[in-house]
């Protein structure tokens, strides 16, 4: 496997007292380093998307509105730019340009076959639409390189955003090409950007997915939901590429939403997803990372179990966090770092084969599901 990564993806950065902060990928890559994740991997560096590449899904003058409002630093609100949400900044383009480039280095090497995973941990900006910045996202790099992939010649390539918020950016690129899956599992849009995501949006014969789950979930009915409906559609979809988002926002912690996974139900997650990309999708997975604003106790380590995941080297949870790594958050935020790589939750859930319950809003919402998509491929929506 190999993690992409160039120190300069920390220049992604709306400024002080913005949510999404690079400290965060930072303080990743240092815990994965100082725990020894990295020891076995090989790390590529990348290159900025070209005009070129950006443009196999945003409109070129879109292009141009970035590239004018990171020199000028003037916002442009038809193109979304100069918002709260999406503040310019000088030399936003290029920061953007190469967080989607290192997402497009992991395609390249897994789809040339140098190596069967990859990952970007800055990347998995899904809100960015063709021609509008959106939710902290500039340019759309998970979709870049889904169309990438499709412009080398793959049919079928999936694409499953585990982020709290609901992947709609990538949804609506491709929502009428049946050559791409996109399963987007969230907070409901009645309570959370932005807005989108219900089960109805099936995009063309069902190939957009849309699991809207209450606010509350935790890790046992998060990973209910996800066992109900990610497998079976991939397994049918049978990708030739898997890519993933791992935003990790859908922690309790995080200050932006309210579901309340632990580190340890996200982590469960990316072993699921793991074992997907072998039997689904002959081993060629692309994972990037995404939302997750708690910058000390969920991003760094949540993501650091991603790369030992990808790396076929999953930590134990009860591993403790290095004090190198305790020192260097103390400097860098003033916060107090966690202790162990766990927040001591058992992981463990029931399948829905075993009866749902039509009063629980968590199996409502899976049964929404697979009502809306499942007769579209095939399956029996009744478990
Ligand atoms: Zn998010
Ligand atoms: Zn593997």
């Not at 950065?13 to 090989?42: I, N, Q, Y």
């Not at 953007?96 to 390249?108: D, I, N, P, W």
């Not at 305790?326 to 400097?331: G, I, K, S």
Request: proline share 7%.
């Amino acid at each position: 496997m190999r993690v992409i990564w160039d120190d300069a993806l920390v220049s992604y950065d709306f400024g002080p007292g913005h949510p999404l902060a690079p400290v965060r990928v930072e303080l990743t890559m240092a815990l994965a380093r100082d725990l020894g994740v990295l020891g076995g991997v090989e790390l590529a560096g990348c290159a900025p998307a070209t005009d070129d590449e950006l443009a196999l899904v945003h409109k070129r003058d879109y292009i141009e509105a970035v590239k004018t409002a990171s020199r000028t630093g003037r916002p442009d609100l038809r193109h979304g730019l100069g918002t709260e949400d999406n503040p310019t900044f000088t030399g936003m383009h290029a920061a953007a340009a190469l967080v989607t480039g290192a997402t497009l280095e992991a395609a390249r090497t897994v789809w040339r076959g140098e190596a069967e995973h990859a990952v970007n941990v800055a990347g998995g900006l899904h809100h960015a639409m063709t021609a509008a910045a959106s939710g902290f996202c500039v340019y759309n790099d998970p979709a870049v390189a889904i169309a990438w992939l499709l412009a080398q010649g793959a049919s079928r390539v999936a694409y499953v955003d585990i982020d709290v918020h609901h992947g709609d950016g990538v949804q609506a690129m491709f929502y009428d090409d049946p050559r791409v899956l996109t399963i987007s599992l969230h907070e409901s849009p009645r309570t959370l950007f932005p807005g989108t995501g219900l089960p109805q949006e099936t995009g063309a014969e069902g190939s957009a997915v849309n699991v809207a789950l209450p606010a509350g979930c935790g890790d046992a009915g998060w990973l209910r939901a996800f066992h109900a409906v990610v497998p079976p559609l991939l397994r049918e979809f049978a990708p030739e590429v898997l890519v993933t988002q791992q935003g990790c926002d859908s922690h309790a912690l995080d200050p932006l939403a309210n579901l309340m996974l632990s580190v340890d139900g996200q982590r469960t997650a990316y072993a699921a997803l793991h074992r997907l990309a072998h039997e689904t999708a002959g081993g060629r997975w692309i994972a990037v990372g995404g939302g997750g604003y708690e910058l000390v106790r969920v991003v760094p380590r949540t993501w650091t179990h991603l790369i030992a995941e990808v790396a076929g080297a999953p930590l134990d949870p009860r591993t403790g966090t290095p004090q190198s790594w305790r020192t260097l958050v103390a400097e860098r935020t003033g916060e107090t770092a966690p202790l162990t790589m766990t927040d001591g939750r058992d992981p463990s859930w029931r399948e829905i084969s075993e009866g749902y319950d039509p009063a629980d809003a968590i199996d409502r919402a899976i049964m929404a599901t697979r009502n809306a998509v499942f007769p579209l491929h095939g399956l029996d929506p009744l478990p």
